[in-house]
T-cell receptor, first 113, second 112 residues
Framework: AQSVTQLGSHVSVSEGALVLLRCNYSSSVPPYLFWYVQYPNQGLQLLLKYTSAATLVKGINGFEAEFKKSETSFHLTKPSAHMSDAAEYFCAVSRGGYQKVTFGTGTKLQVIP | KAGVTQTPRYLIKTRGQQVTLSCSPISGHRSVSWYQQTPGQGLQFLFEYFSETQRNKGNFPGRFSGRQFSNSRSEMNVSTLELGDSALYLC???????????FGSGTRLTVV
């Protein structure tokens, strides 16, 4: 079975600082990996996805993530945090095809002015 | 193109009642998944429909059911509502799951 573990349910960064949200996956086959963002009382929005084409994936709003097979990680980064980045972020994994998508428990990002 | 539409956005029901939530996926998407989101349990998978067939099912009691119509629109039903069913119910559609889901804004259900 596939799963993801997000380290840290809450992360605080200063405005302009590096954002690093951690995600480790477990999958018996090459996975498809995703990061989603959720703003209060909204659905989830896809930030970026890894589908084996390239290990460094660039997404929307300046976010990127690097797939590291040796570390089974897919951490999300952004060089400089903006106030508008404050939201909850979810890592997710799928085996593709007809397999369901499994989400992590989420990390709430607080940006301090 | 239009996104995933969920109706209603907010709903207040009384314990013991039943409720039906609706989801219209992105045009052309045949897969619709439903998730329940609560502060304590996070995102929990309810079920997935593809071309009117339930393809995956989560670990929820039989009070939770769903269906999908030939136009890919989906409904989920919860019977005999309990206080613990209060949650944000999210619908997600997908044309190809390797490319991820597109979520609707959700239906906020409050059971009193």
């Amino acid at each position: 079975a596939q799963s993801v573990t997000q380290l840290g349910s809450h992360v605080s960064v200063s405005e302009g600082a590096l954002v690093l949200l951690r995600c480790n996956y477990s999958s018996s086959v090459p996975p498809y990996l995703f990061w989603y963002v959720q703003y209060p009382n909204q659905g989830l929005q896809l930030l970026l996805k890894y589908t084996s084409a390239a290990t460094l994936v660039k997404g929307i709003n300046g976010f990127e993530a690097e797939f590291k097979k040796s570390e089974t990680s897919f951490h999300l980064t952004k060089p400089s945090a903006h106030m508008s980045d404050a939201a909850e972020y979810f890592c997710a994994v799928s085996r593709g095809g007809y397999q369901k998508v499994t989400f992590g428990t989420g990390t709430k990002l607080q940006v301090i002015p | 193109k239009a996104g995933v539409t969920q109706t209603p956005r907010y709903l207040i029901k009384t314990r013991g009642q039943q409720v039906t939530l609706s989801c219209s996926p992105i045009s052309g998407h045949r897969s619709v998944s439903w998730y329940q989101q609560t502060p304590g349990q996070g995102l929990q998978f309810l079920f997935e429909y593809f071309s009117e067939t339930q393809r995956n099912k989560g670990n929820f009691p039989g009070r939770f059911s769903g269906r999908q119509f030939s136009n890919s629109r989906s409904e989920m039903n919860v019977s005999t509502l309990e206080l613990g069913d209060s949650a944000l119910y999210l619908c997600a559609s997908s044309g190809d799951r390797t490319y991820g889901y597109t979520f609707g804004s959700g239906t906020r259900l409050t059971v009193v």
